[in-house]
């Protein structure tokens, strides 16, 4: 009982670290990678001098992640005159919470077995490295992130404010629109790997195809798929190109127009959470999980695995981060009709025609067997 | 000949409506753009266009560019401001402040007045050079220097009559 505490503590520390890290790493990376990519220098100011001998330690950047914190630490905390006070407090949390929660369904390891490393402690006890080992991880992950939406409107309707209004009605139709393409963008991989459980599909991708050319992950098996599921992750995320519901050239910044201080910062930060957690179920769902392809180091080395596991899935994790900043630093931002339409008339028939060739295929082949 | 019309007549094609190939080309844009840079910094060049202004200042100010004001001497060391605050009348920002004195020396040849204090804020001075223009001895000048505008502190940008007289050697 006590063992079971004490490594699932374990866990849920090291997914706020892993989490919150990276999240706090993105606001440097975007800043850097946008500069490298328009031919500039970026963040470099803010550096942290070293006593005595008075040098300063400017580290690329870095420590630009922490005068934010403190900027927006040291702001007004602002509520509106006319706003919905209990809401208006209430709306960044149901931003926030939400991605938090996401991270617990994610497996970022293998099946461990800490007796062999320390001791008698946790004797003959098995833990799969993943804070909640549900049978249909899939769905909840999805009914999960269905949340974010309502603290998303609840915002813009509480703030008392035209602005916010305008975002929150763009998001809640915008959200919902690409919600059903992002539910069915993962529904053919839930078919080929035959499980909504995500470590089931990890193992499912273990291995090699074509003779032993490409590995077996999801991004070779299906592309589109892989395609589709990040479009419709990126406008749930309502990141350029589908950044309408808070377009800061049309709306201010849309449905958090009235917030300030660490308020402000909570949407900002369930934003780039979000990356994280879009990209960690992408890297289960279409890259592998946590393994190498072609090598199976965790036969080879079973007691490294317990550190290589984590850090190959963080490495896979912030590469797949990193494009997704990519995208949104290259791409100028749809209309509100253009959105809409290839939500529903391109996104959701593709999605569609996607799942059909899919089971199609998987019926055929099953049939041949 | 007729003017080209560009607005509102390109049709897409069919491969541009389809979004994701011409969206492949615009990353493709950017990340080559970026892996160049990288490539640059790895190997200690400089890949920004841009400059890390107040520690690193660009050299190709253009030859007729004017940033800096200086006070003017004769032979002597004295100053060749005669302190009639023309130019103090005719700035337009009011950024010059001139207390006007008699000069020590009583059968000064030049003139009888000198500047006891010459004080111009480069908070509010807009480099319109009109007291450059104005003033009828060529006393204040403008030259292709810059100006170390950038402080933390507003009472820094204030130039005293030492700050801008020229000292010896140049002249």
């Known amino acids: 009982m006590i063992a079971d505490l004490v490594v699932t503590f374990v866990f849920i520390l090291f997914a706020m670290v892993m989490l919150l890290g990276l999240a706090t790493l993105l606001t440097w990376v975007e800043r850097k990678l946008s500069a490298m990519m328009a031919d500039r220098i970026g963040a470099n100011r803010c550096y942290v001098k070293i006593p005595l001998i008075n040098v300063k330690l400017i580290a690329l950047g870095l420590f630009h992640a922490m005068a934010d914190g403190l900027k927006m630490m040291s702001k007004e905390r602002f509520i509106p005159k006319d706003a919905d006070k209990f809401l208006f407090l209430l709306a960044p949390w149901i931003v926030f919470a939400p991605v938090l929660l996401m991270f617990a369904l994610i497996p970022f390891g293998g099946i461990i077995y800490p007796e062999k490393i320390f001791g008698s402690f946790f004797a003959g006890k098995a833990y799969l490295m993943q804070i909640a080992p549900l049978d249909g991880g899939a769905l909840i992950i999805l009914a999960i992130s269905g949340i974010c939406i309502i603290g998303v409107v609840l915002a813009g309707w509480a703030s008392n404010n035209k602005y916010s209004l305008l975002g929150s009605i763009r998001a809640a139709s915008q959200m919902i629109s690409y919600e059903v393409a992002l539910g069915l963008s993962l529904l053919p991989m839930v078919l080929t790997y035959g499980s909504l459980d995500l470590h089931t599909m990890i193992v499912a991708q273990q291995g090699s195809m074509l003779g032993g050319v490409l590995p077996a992950w999801g991004i070779f098996l299906s592309p589109l798929t892989a395609i589709i599921y990040l479009t419709a992750a990126t406008a749930e995320n309502k990141r350029i190109p589908f950044d309408i519901p808070e377009a800061e050239s049309e709306i201010i910044a849309g449905f958090f127009t009235e917030y300030s201080g660490m308020r402000m910062a909570l949407f900002m930060f369930a934003e780039f959470a979000e990356i994280v957690i879009i990209s960690c179920v992408f890297v289960v769902f279409f890259l592998g999980g946590y393994n190498l392809p072609y090598w199976d180091f965790a036969g080879s080395f079973p007691r490294l695995a317990i550190v290589l596991w984590p850090t190959i899935f963080f490495i896979k994790v912030f590469i797949v981060s990193c494009f997704q900043i990519l995208v949104r630093w290259s791409l100028p931002r749809f209309r509100y009709d253009q959105l809409l339409t290839f939500g529903w008339k391109f996104l959701l028939p593709l999605a569609m025609v996607n799942i059909t060739v899919v089971t199609l295929f998987l019926w055929l082949v099953q049939k041949h067997q | ?171």
């Open chain 2, 1 to 171: 000949m007729k003017r080209k019309e560009y607005w509102n007549q390109k049709e897409m094609s069919y491969w541009e409506k389809l979004y994701y190939l011409e969206i492949a080309r615009g990353l493709w844009v950017t990340f080559s753009v970026f892996i160049k840079n990288l490539y640059k910094w790895c190997t200690g060049k400089k890949g920004a266009l841009t400059v890390y202004y107040p520690e690193e200042r660009r050299s190709d100010y253009a030859s007729n560019f004017r940033g800096k004001h200086k006070l003017t001497i004769l032979e002597n060391g004295r100053p060749k401001c005669i302190a009639c605050k023309m130019c103090e009348n005719i700035c337009p920002s009011k950024s010059i402040k001139i207390v006007a004195g008699k000069s020590p020396d009583e059968k000064d040849s030049y003139s009888l007045k000198i500047p006891l204090s010459f004080d111009l804020d480069y908070a509010s001075c807009i480099f319109c050079g009109h007291c450059v223009e104005i003033c009828p001895k060529d006393a204040i000048i403008m030259t292709n220097d810059v100006s170390e505008l950038p402080t933390y502190a507003r009472e820094k940008l204030l130039y005293s009559l030492s700050d801008l007289l020229e000292s010896k050697k140049d002249a």
